[in-house]
């Protein structure tokens, strides 16, 4: 369970309504392309718990072809994190991750305890592919990480060319037992309308779980972010959705709960599936 460490809700902070939980954040310092110290990674950690966020999964980069950051770096970096909020008095509790890069020697690495699931509780681990291209095999990695009751969870597949342009595999790779992890600027428009409008149509189909900053710095790419693709799956759906996708099912993922579904919506305003379809081929032109 989450320590129990409030919120400062200091006059400036009143505004703050929510307690979001950050499931993809490169906060740790000097250990892949995120944080490039510990007081960048301070910077983020106040990002994050000035905007509504109160705990942060850390998930650097593991075996993505530039970073290998087996477990023991990542809990080194992590112990060195805590004690640096701790010091700063930063309300924010961090716990450990990875995104795992999708190759062959993943689940045994996994298994020999090499690559790190979900707060190490064994039941869910980060999976990340290819900008533009799905690996061959990857099917049967995924199916093998499910046989052995690990929940494949896709960091923002909505990024990756191919299935933005076939979603119907996400659909079959939800039934196969993946789950779905969405960048918050895709859903919040930071990333352009096309993606937009995918994240609002998987969202409608009930295909997304959860929704993360995957933040990488301070400012841009910030954990502050989290909060505007919170505020747009508000928008599009509603408040218990929001609050499912940024605290309730990060939520499980520290406790090893299976995540849970959202219910599939009408589209928005009445559109059939053809229509929206329709715009985003026009917008991929
Ligand atoms: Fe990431």
């Given amino acids: 369970m989450i320590r129990a460490t ?10 703050i309504k929510t307690l979001m939980i950050d499931c993809h954040c490169h906060l740790l310092p000097n250990i892949d392309d995120g944080a490039h110290d510990i007081e960048m990674t301070t910077q983020m950690a106040r990002a994050a718990a000035a ?21 023991r770096s990542i809990r080194a970096a992590l112990s060195t994190a805590r004690e640096q909020l701790a010091a700063n008095g930063i309300p924010i509790c961090l716990y450990s991750g990875s995104e795992l890069h ?30 533009a291209t799905i690996p061959l095999g990857a099917e049967a990695i995924l199916e093998q990480l499910v046989y052995r009751n690990i929940t494949p ?3 923002h597949p909505e990024r990756n060319a191919v299935l933005a342009a076939h979603p119907e595999r996400i659909g079959e790779w939800i039934a196969l037992g993946c789950k779905v992890q969405l960048t918050a600027q895709s859903c919040s428009g930071a990333f352009g309308r096309r993606l937009r409008l995918v994240c609002r149509r998987w969202l409608e189909l009930g295909w997304v ?11 841009g790419r910030s954990p502050a972010t989290l909060a505007a693709g919170r505020n747009a799956v508000a928008a599009w759906l509603d408040e218990d959705a929001a609050t499912l996708l940024t605290e309730t099912n990060p939520q499980h ?24 379809w329709s715009r985003v081929l026009r917008l991929r032109r």
């Fill in 102 to 131: 999708l190759v062959p020697e993943l689940p045994d690495r996994l298994f020999d305890g090499t690559a790190l699931t979900y707060n190490d509780r064994g039941a869910a681990a980060l999976i990340e592919l290819p900008k």
């Fill in 153 to 155: 969870v896709l960091a």
């Fill in 253 to 276: 993922l520290l406790s090893g709960e299976p995540l849970l579904d959202l219910p599939p919506r009408q589209t928005a305003r009445g559109e059939t599936a053809g229509s929206v």
């Fill in 209 to 219: 779980h959860l929704i993360a900053s995957d933040a990488h710095r301070p400012s």
């Fill in 51 to 71: 905007s509504g966020t109160r705990a942060i999964i850390c998930t650097p980069h593991h075996l993505n072809g530039v970073y290998e950051n087996p477990a």
């Fill in 6 to 15: 409030p919120l400062d809700l200091t006059p400036d902070n009143d505004r």
